[in-house]
């Protein structure tokens, strides 16, 4: 006789990198973009470790000056 499991399956995209006013915003952004292209629902606790980059301009001025590479430190 067959018997029936369950599981939990855990998926990480690191990244995602968004410009937004402030968190809140960042994360309804975030929220947003994974249900339409991926038909993913996030809840808030499934998001974790934001960190703050400060302006695109300020990002990319970091990038130029080799503060920051883009798939080490920022991605």
Known sequence: MSKRYTSTI??????????????EEYIK?????????????LNNNDIKDIKEYGTKEK?????KEGQVTWNKDII
Do not use: P
Not at 59 to 63: A, E, P, S, T, Y
């Open 59 to 63: 990002v990319m001025k970091l990038i």
């Open 10 to 23: 855990s998926v990480t995209w690191e990244g995602n990198m968004l410009d937004a006013e402030n968190i």
């Open 29 to 41: 952004q975030l929220k947003q973009g994974f249900l339409e292209e991926f038909g993913i629902s």
